[in-house]
T-cell receptor, first 118, second 114 residues
Framework: DGGITQSPKYLFRKEGQNVTLSCEQN?????MYWYRQDPGQGLRLIYY???????QKGDIAEGYSVSREKKESFPLTVTSAQKNPTAFYLC?????????????????FGPGTRLLVL | AQTVTQSQPEMSVQEAETVTLSCTYD???????LFWYKQPPSRQMILVIR??????QNATENRFSVNFQKAAKSFSLKISDSQLGDAAMYFC???????????FGQGTRLTINP
């Protein structure tokens, strides 16, 4: 089955701790994204990556870091510098926006990770 | 910067009836994409329908259709023959052509009454 997986489903962070959220896709998509969703709000972009070993900041990158060592994987680390990390985190992927592939403009989402602070 | 506005925080409809969710957006661009995503209680974002701005024909997907008014910058979603499984948060989203970011509205919570 092709799709996007995120783990864990729930994650608890202690004060001053870094935590890493996993995102894997087997859709052969070039681009991957991380969004944050706060209660009653839409999604906001944290980071995105169009190709391996390259990524760019989104609108709310402060306190977060990412890596893209493999096409299939785009982990997000929530660092201790992120003072209000409690939120729902969604990973998405899409074909490269200039690939010419059908649906290149569409982002497909994983099931999400709920991060809570202890 | 582009913005997306959903003016209806909540809507409800009787099962089997039709409901329309509103979305307006602000952009100076002429080529872009618009989407409706559904977020059920599981919280996974599921694509409902997409529209390419250069296409005048309104997109349809089974019971879901849109009314795309480019000049008015309006992109409403019509759900026909509403079913209990349609209950969810619905988000309207905008994406510039060639851009990476989806810009989301605040969402509309849809309740289906049996």
């Amino acid at each position: 089955d092709g799709g996007i997986t995120q783990s864990p489903k729930y994650l608890f962070r202690k004060e001053g701790q870094n935590v890493t959220l996993s995102c894997e896709q087997n859709l052969n998509h070039d681009a991957m994204y991380w969004y944050r969703q706060d209660p009653g709000q839409g999604l906001r972009l944290i980071y995105y990556s169009q190709i391996v070993n390259d990524f760019q900041k989104g609108d709310i990158a402060e306190g977060y870091s990412v890596s893209r060592e493999k096409k299939e994987s785009f982990p997000l680390t929530v660092t201790s510098a992120q003072k209000n990390p409690t939120a729902f985190y969604l990973c998405a992927s899409s074909p490269h926006p200039t690939s010419g592939a059908t649906g290149q403009e569409t982002q497909y989402f994983g099931p999400g990770t709920r991060l809570l602070v202890l | 910067a582009q913005t997306v506005t959903q003016s209806q925080p909540e809507m409800s409809v009787q099962e089997a009836e039709t409901v329309t969710l509103s979305c307006t957006y602000d952009t100076s661009e002429s080529d872009y994409y618009l989407f409706w995503y559904k977020q059920p209680p599981s919280r996974q974002m599921i694509l409902v329908i997409r529209q390419e701005a250069y296409k005048q024909q309104n997109a349809t997907e089974n019971r879901f259709s849109v009314n795309f008014q480019k000049a008015a910058k309006s992109f409403s979603l019509k759900i026909s023959d509403s079913q209990l499984g349609d209950a969810a948060m619905y988000f309207c989203a905008y994406r510039s052509k060639g851009a990476q970011k989806l810009v989301f509205g605040q969402g509309t919570r849809l309740t289906i009454n049996p």
